[in-house]
């Protein structure tokens, strides 16, 4: 009775987890990076902040070089900069841009920061840093920039620095299901045998 309702409970998990497959974006493809930025002048000076950022990887150019310019462009950040907090909805990316000269990287340079335009007079790709806001931006050409609420300045020319983490891949939901409905079948054919039907 017992591995009857274990199975009816994984049967159900491997249900439900196939309709999670069939609603959500599969994890895999992603290519992720960590970045380093230390500000170079203002009230933070010397501060070092280290995030890290995803993209699809379907975003490379088949040729393996150019750029790619979106609002938004990332699939996951994780940055924190002067106590904010901020994710892939809270920062947007600015542009990607890739080389076939570094190929383990993959990704030769990226603009990226919180207060990036995809729309009106600013084209897609421009980060702007502006005195009295808590902006930032990292771009690997020209550095790291911030502003504060209470200063009318921006302090640039602080450093940037990156690199490819590989990332262990994950199941997909629908990998999972596969697996659960395998596993309820196996017990509920040994649950039969046992009670001999």
Do not use: K
């Not at 699809?56 to 070089?65: H, I, N």
């Amino acid at each position: 009775m017992l591995t009857n309702w274990i199975a009816i409970i994984l049967i159900t998990m491997s249900t439900l987890l196939g309709a999670a497959a069939a609603a959500s974006p599969a994890w895999a493809g992603l290519l992720t990076y960590e970045f380093t930025v230390r500000a170079a002048f203002g009230p933070l000076d010397g501060v070092v902040s280290s995030g890290s950022f995803s993209f699809d990887e379907a975003l490379v150019p088949p040729s393996g070089f150019g750029e790619v310019v979106g609002f938004p462009i990332l699939s996951r950040l994780s940055f924190i900069w002067n106590g904010i907090a901020y994710d892939e909805s809270t920062a947007n990316a600015g542009s990607l841009a890739f080389s076939t000269f570094a190929p383990d990287q993959v990704l030769e340079g990226f603009s990226i920061g919180n207060h990036c335009s995809g729309d009106g007079g600013v084209g897609p790709g421009t980060c702007l840093v502006i005195g009295h806001t808590n902006d930032w931006h990292a771009a690997t050409g020209s550095g790291f920039a911030y502003a504060l609420p209470d200063i009318p300045f921006v302090f640039g020319q602080g450093s940037v620095t990156f690199a490819r983490v590989e990332v262990p891949p994950v199941p997909e939901c629908s990998t999972l299901a596969l697996l659960g409905s395998g596993l309820a079948l196996v017990i509920s054919v040994g649950s039969r045998r046992r009670r001999g039907t």
